[in-house]
């Protein structure tokens, strides 16, 4: 089988199963996640989740930008410090460590220690799931 790509992405043909499971599954966690924003007054989700659905149809962050959770929900949802709470921001934002060392003026090095204690705090594997816990909760904290 051939894969195509749209934007860059991969399209649906190639997961014939997509619309079966993949779309049902993520639907029911949204309707989760903003119940969960609705009943906690966390109306920011609803503009990251818009801003992010906007990226994503015109390949671009720029709309991104100031959608992120904020740094101080982020740190009292999950229970970490405003230094891991920082990375966690920049993870959202789709920086990678060496970005996020750069521009937060720090070494690489502290950047992968509050990295390696945030993921141990939300009971993550890798940045990937560190990143999902943070967008759709979690048993964290």
């Known amino acids: 089988m ?20 993949l779309v049902p599954a993520t639907d029911r966690r949204l309707v989760e996640i903003m119940a969960w924003a609705e009943a906690h007054d966390q109306k920011w ?5 818009e801003a992010r659905a906007a990226n994503l149809r015109a390949d671009t962050d720029e709309n991104f930008r100031g959608k992120i959770p ?3 929900h ?26 996020i060392a750069r521009l937060q003026g720090v070494s690489i090095t502290t950047v992968r220690t509050h990295f ?6 939300l009971g993550a594997r890798d940045q990937a799931d560190v ?11």
């Open 2 to 21: 051939t894969k195509r790509k749209a934007g860059g992405r991969l399209d649906a043909r190639v997961w014939p199963g997509i619309l079966e499971t």
């Open 74 to 99: 982020l740190a009292q949802r999950f229970g970490l410090t405003v230094a891991q709470a920082r990375v966690l921001s920049a993870f959202l934002a789709g920086q990678n460590l060496r970005e």
């Open 45 to 49: 989700l609803f503009d990251f989740l």
């Open 131 to 141: 990143i999902r816990i943070a967008l759709l909760g979690g048993d964290a904290a």
């Open 116 to 121: 390696v204690q945030m993921r141990e705090k």
């Open 70 to 72: 904020p740094e101080d």
